[in-house]
């Protein structure tokens, strides 16, 4: 069963109501007459600096219609509970113009998602403790790229709301879900602090090199980076001495206990980095996987965006787009029957007129907002 979402978030809701949209649900993006903050965040596609050109909102409203309403006017805000009697959820990550209360009261058994968010991106890292994770040893944090903290949360809100509204259609009452930005981000530390907790172990900073197994990481090549990670069972450290043929591990017989390699899994590390340099991504993780050991090539953009497997399966399709013609666009994670072939985003007030007729409302009756038909 689809459902209706009224989408009210900046960067991190617009990615949770994102995904409904791949499921094939009806999202509606209130936005204000000068357009959302989304369609002001660079880059701008063909260095045109207006609210149609962000990258961001391309991606992030991909799927979604777009609403003009002014919701600091007496008839935006009749306007907007009128269309919340007619949805399923709203997700905001902002005050709410009216009061809390009357959005009940406009649909009893309306699903609220509020996103509890008090500190910019790289502050709630640093706040939650990701950041003591990440980077090297004894080196200053590094921070990671691409928004994908916030997109790691967006995931935690399309989570909270699909189970709220399951609970909500099978009680027949409404429900408040929160979601904390910067607790989501503290979820990604629950293992260290549980480490700690039970046994004491702090948890520091690897670098390059994983820490569950001895001998696994990401290590420089020819052509960039690649990961091997290793699974201690017999006959595997001679198979794999076999392959590197590194003088100074094969004359240590006591590497071949599992105790010994996390020991000395550093200095084992370290020759590999050596090693390695040697051969090409392709060449390392090809022979890899031919003696059976789990490796994959550290995958760039460019990489990513002519992967025919993600064309396969979905993940990378064609779209006929207004603005920028026929391109390649990330159609995103989730696959399900119901799913539907996302649509560009949406033109600043394109589904007023829309929107307005569901309501049973004239276009020309309101100057709450500007028809984008």
């Known amino acids: 069963m689809t459902a209706r979402i009224i989408d009210l978030t900046g ?5 949770a109501s994102r995904l409904f949209a791949e499921e094939g649900h009806e999202v509606i993006r209130v936005e204000k007459e000068e357009g959302d903050d989304l369609r002001r965040v660079p880059p701008f596609l063909a260095d045109k600096r207006d609210l149609e050109h ?32 007619r949805s399923d959820v709203l997700v905001a990550d902002r005050p709410l113009a009216v009061d809390e209360q009357l959005c009940f009261e406009a649909n009893p058994k309306l699903v609220l998602t509020k996103i509890e968010n008090d500190a910019p991106e790289i502050c709630a890292m640093a706040r939650s403790g990701l950041l003591s994770l990440t980077g090297q040893p004894n080196q200053a944090p590094m921070i990671l790229g691409a928004h994908i903290p916030y997109l790691a949360v967006g995931a935690y809100v399309g989570v909270a709301t699909a189970a709220a509204l399951l609970a909500a259609r099978n009680s027949g009452r409404g429900i408040r879900a929160t979601v904390s930005v910067r607790q989501s981000l503290e979820s990604f530390v629950e293992q260290a602090m549980v480490e700690y907790s039970f046994s004491g172990t702090i948890t520091e900073r690897r670098g390059s090199k994983g820490a569950i197994t001895a001998i696994s990481g990401a290590l420089p090549c020819k052509d960039g980076h690649w990961v091997i990670s290793q699974i201690h069972r017999p006959g595997r450290w001679s198979n794999f001495l076999d392959w590197v043929q590194d003088p100074e591990l094969s004359s240590d017989p006591s ?8 020991k000395r899994r550093d200095f084992i590390m370290d020759r590999l980095h050596a090693w390695a340099r040697r051969f090409t991504k392709e060449e390392l993780v090809e022979e890899a996987q031919r003696r059976h050991f789990p490796a994959s090539p550290v995958s760039t953009t460019l990489d990513l965006i002519d ?14 787009h207004p603005l920028f013609g026929r391109i390649t666009f990330p159609q995103g994670a989730i696959a399900t029957d119901g799913g539907a072939r996302l649509s560009p ?29």
């Open 11 to 15: 960067m991190i809701g617009s990615y």
């Open 54 to 85: 962000s990258a961001y909102h391309q991606f992030l409203n991909a799927g979604k219609k777009s609403l003009i309403l002014d919701l600091d006017s007496a008839t935006g805000q009749r306007l907007f509970l009128d269309l919340l009697g």
């Open 255 to 262: 590497l071949a206990q599992e105790e010994n390699q996390h």
């Open 307 to 320: 992967d025919p497997q993600l064309v396969a399966r979905g993940f990378l399709r064609e779209m006929n």
């Open 345 to 373: 985003a949406p033109r600043l007030g394109q589904h007023n007129g829309e929107i307005m007729r569901l309501l049973g409302s004239d276009v020309s009756d309101h100057d709450s907002f500007n028809p984008g038909e």
